[in-house]
Every structure is written in C-alpha cells, then in structure tokens.
C-alpha cells in the first residue's frame, strides 16, 4: 500500500471508530514530507495534520483562500515547486473541504464584498470570476488544480499528485485524484502536446527558451541592487545554537479520534 493510500485507510478507520487506527511514518519514509495545499478556512487548524496522521515535521502546508491553481506557472505553482526542491518534499496533496465559502460565493456577493471593504469594481479586472479562480464545485476545482499542478512543468515527474476532499465536521478524507495514476511518461512532467494558453499560464515565459535560461548566483529573495545603492550592513556572529539531534521517524501516529460534530457557522 502506498502512502496515501495508507492515510486513507487509516483516515477511514479511524473515523468509523478504529482507536487503533494510524500510520507508521517510518514504513513511507520515501514518501515523506508531504506537501499539502488547502483551503484558508479556520475550521481546518484543528484537523491537519491529524487527519493525515502524519507527524507534524513531514507536512508542509500551504494555504490560499478555496485551495485554488490558476495556472502552471502561478505564485502557489511556484510555492509547491520550491516546496519540492527546496524542502525535499516527496508528494503532493490539493486537498479541498465541505462548506467551503470560497464556493459559496457567487459573482455578485464577491463584488458586494469586496465594495463593502472599500474596493471598487472599476479596479478590479473583467473577468473577475477567472482573476480570482472562484468555483462553485469543491470537487471540480481540485481536479482542475491537480490539472494544473500535475501539467506544470516546475513539478518532476516523479511527484505524484493528489487530490482529496475532506469533511470538515468529521475530518473524513476520500479520494479525487489519485495521484499515483495520474505520473506522466514525459520525462519533463509536462504531458505531450499539452498547451499553456490560459490565464495565468506561461505569460512572459512563451518565448522563452528553458534551458538556455541563466540565473544569476544570488539568494532567494536578494535584490539586484547597483553596489553603490547597499547599504553597508554590519551581521552580528549568529548565536550559539545547541544543534538539534537528527529528525527520527518512529512510532506509530495515531488517526485522528472521532471528531464531534461542531455548530455550523453562518457564513459572514
Ligand atoms: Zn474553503
């Protein structure tokens, strides 16, 4: 059984009442950390990475407001990239919830809104449906951003991702995507003939030929500054730190208990 197929099972379990229900991370070594994107909805603080039952350390999280892609080459594309090469992360989950307001949310209330915040129509884009990547079905949406990701030519090959949907009152995880079916045979994780004439895709990238792109030696984050315009900066000596013993996957995580069901919240 593969991980999430693993954390699926568990989750199942342990929903139906299996205290003995978990995961051993140590058997999915190879398959950790995993990298989630989910919605910004707070009803979810309490639920990952129980739900998961995956140990803190091997879960990256990343957040946008109804867990949505709006392109391969978008700013959450490039956090999931970064998490990959940069945070070693092995899979990647889009895991979408019940009740999510971004999916509530027509047109009309969206620009009501955002008016009532003091934003006016005449700033916002056209299409504003598109701009923001609203939906209206949770499920629709994260197999179009498993699309994205999965066609996106900063994610390896060797990446799986997956898409879940989870009850937020239960925690209760199913499958969308399942990402270890979905791998490309293109050795460039982009599948053959695909196109990126969307919005939000290539943009400026169109003509750009990848493998002659040269990147400067600098930092993340470094500016390009003209020398004369850094300012000199003096960098204390760091702090001694006592070093942290290296990270030991043992033990069994247990599922998440059943959760009891909470009050609905009317949405604002
Ligand atoms: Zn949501």
Redesign the pocket.
């Known amino acids: 059984m593969r991980l999430f197929e693993a954390i699926i099972d568990a989750n199942h379990r342990a929903v139906g009442g299996d205290a003995n229900a978990g995961l051993h991370p140590a058997d999915f070594a190879e398959a950790l950390p995993v990298i989630a994107l989910?919605?910004?909805?707070p009803r979810?603080n309490a639920l990952f990475p129980n739900a998961l039952a995956l140990p803190a350390e091997q879960f990256i999280w990343l957040r946008n407001?109804?867990?949505i892609i709006t392109g391969p080459m978008t700013s959450t594309m490039r956090s999931l990239a970064l998490a990959c090469a940069v945070k070693g992360g092995r899979e990647i989950a889009i895991i979408?919830?019940s009740?999510?307001?971004?999916?509530k949310t027509t047109t009309t209330v969206l620009l009501d809104k955002l008016k009532a915040v003091g934003v006016d129509r005449s700033r916002l884009p056209d299409n504003v449906n598109e701009f923001f990547g609203t939906f209206g079905s949770?499920r629709q949406n994260v197999v179009k951003a498993c699309n994205f990701a999965r066609n996106s030519p900063l994610i390896g090959p060797k990446i799986p991702v997956h898409g879940l949907l989870i009850e937020i009152e239960t925690g209760k995880l199913d499958w969308v995507v399942n990402g270890y079916d979905t791998l490309p045979a293109s050795p460039l994780g982009q599948l053959p003939g695909m196109r990126f004439d969307s919005i939000g895709d290539l943009g400026s990238f169109k003509n750009f030929e990848m493998g002659e792109m040269k990147f400067p030696e600098m930092k993340i984050g470094d500016a390009a500054l003209p020398e004369n315009l850094v300012p000199p900066v003096t960098v204390p000596p760091p702090p001694k730190v006592a070093t942290l013993p290296p990270l030991k996957i043992t033990g069994k995580i247990p599922a998440p208990p059943p959760i009891q069901p909470r009050p609905r919240f009317p949405g604002r």
């Open positions: 989910t919605c910004i909805d979810l407001a109804g867990n979408g919830h009740d999510c307001q971004v999916a949770e």
